[in-house]
């Protein structure tokens, strides 16, 4: 199976700014909706933000408003968390997920295709 792949973790200062990409699987043939989600040790995985077919809804985690922005460029097969003001609470393995349908979806449930994540450590 195809799979989205994460890319542009790190380390950070809180305060700091980071952007993750993710390279679209390619396993949807028509449209698809994308999201972000974080998964810190011995917690479960949540919900950070979702974007539907064609960018024209997004939906966030109460956590990630005002600070995170989502948005996705389908000519270059992409999907992007711009994460600013971050805080050390935000330290997290951070996944790419993408879903049939049009979205944008806020349950794991509704997604399909994940990637193997990207760690974000943000530090005080």
């Known amino acids: 199976q195809k799979l989205p792949v994460e890319s542009g973790g790190g380390v950070v200062q809180a305060g700091g700014s980071l952007r993750l990409d993710c390279a679209a699987s390619?396993?949807?043939?028509?449209?698809?909706?994308m999201g972000w989600f974080r998964q810190a040790p011995g917690k479960d995985r949540q919900f950070v933000a979702g974007i539907g077919w064609r960018s024209d809804k997004t939906v966030y985690a109460d956590s990630a408003k005002g600070r995170f922005t989502i948005s996705r460029d389908d000519a270059d097969h992409t999907g992007y968390l711009q994460m600013t003001n971050l805080k050390p609470e935000d330290t997290a393995t951070y996944y790419c997920a993408e879903a049939y349908g049009l979205g944008p979806y806020s349950s794991r449930h509704d997604y399909t295709a994940w990637g193997q994540g990207t760690q974000v450590t943000v530090s005080s």
């Open positions: 390619g396993h949807f043939s028509g449209g698809f909706a």
